[in-house]
């Protein structure tokens, strides 16, 4: 059975400060996407990361995903109240997606 | 063009009664996936769609819970008889291809049974 788990469950932290959040499985991803999720709303689309290794920047958001495809992270700099939501892993597994189960980001003004 | 449209957003049903989820997909997209999600929880994958196909309902409870995608119209999740347990976010998700990738997610219903 194919797991992601995601660490911090929560996390709760003052604007401006830094945070990372983690997405860890022992499985091989083809890809991996991060979403966020507002209450009451769908999940939204952040970023796919596809290359072992690979980075993409989001504006204060970076993505890295890990040399060996299991593993991804999720950095946000100089965090603001706007970030806060429900942050979504998920791992591409042939047509279906494995989800963490996410970390819940709050951030206090 | 628009985006995963569900309907409705709110559901109230009591117990015993029957749910019935809509999901149209975003246009050009043939491939639909529906997904539950309980409260501070992630999403739980119940079933993917094709036009007419049920290809993979490995997460949906075998009883009382059915989908069905037709060549016309929007993709349906019913449940049958619900029990307080059914209550939850019910999200469907659209993909324009099968090998994964990218899947886009419409607002949700929220069913509550009483």
């Known amino acids: 059975t194919q797991l992601l788990e995601q660490s911090p469950q929560f996390l709760s932290i003052q604007e401006g400060e830094n945070l990372t959040v983690y997405c860890n499985s022992s499985?091989?991803?083809?890809?991996l996407q991060w979403y966020r999720q507002e209450p009451g709303e769908g999940p939204v689309l952040l970023v796919t990361?596809?290359?072992g290794g690979e980075v993409k920047k989001l504006k204060r958001l970076t993505f890295q995903f890990g040399d060996a495809r299991k593993d991804s992270s999720l950095h946000i700099t100089a965090a603001q109240p706007g970030d806060t939501g429900l942050y979504l892993c998920a791992g591409d597994s042939n047509y279906q997606l494995i989800w963490g189960a996410g970390t819940k980001l709050i951030i206090k003004p | 063009n628009a985006g995963v449209m569900q309907n409705p957003r709110h559901l109230v049903r009591r117990r015993g009664q029957e749910a019935r989820l809509r999901c149209s997909p975003m246009?050009?997209?043939?491939?639909v996936y529906w997904y539950r999600q309980l409260p501070e929880e992630g999403l739980k994958f119940m079933v993917y769609?094709?036009?007419?196909?049920?290809?993979?309902e490995s997460g949906m409870p075998k009883e009382r819970f059915s989908a069905e995608f037709p060549k016309e119209g929007p993709s349906i999740l019913r449940i049958q008889q619900v029990v307080r347990g059914d209550s939850a976010a019910y999200f469907c998700?659209?993909?324009?291809?099968?090998?994964?990738?990218?899947?886009?997610f419409g607002p949700g219903t929220r069913l509550t049974v009483l």
């Open positions: 246009k050009g997209h043939s491939h």
């Open positions: 499985s091989v991803f083809s890809s």
């Open positions: 769609l094709q036009k007419e196909n049920i290809i993979d």
């Open positions: 998700a659209s993909s324009p291809w099968r090998d994964g990738g990218e899947q886009f």
């Open positions: 990361v596809v290359t």
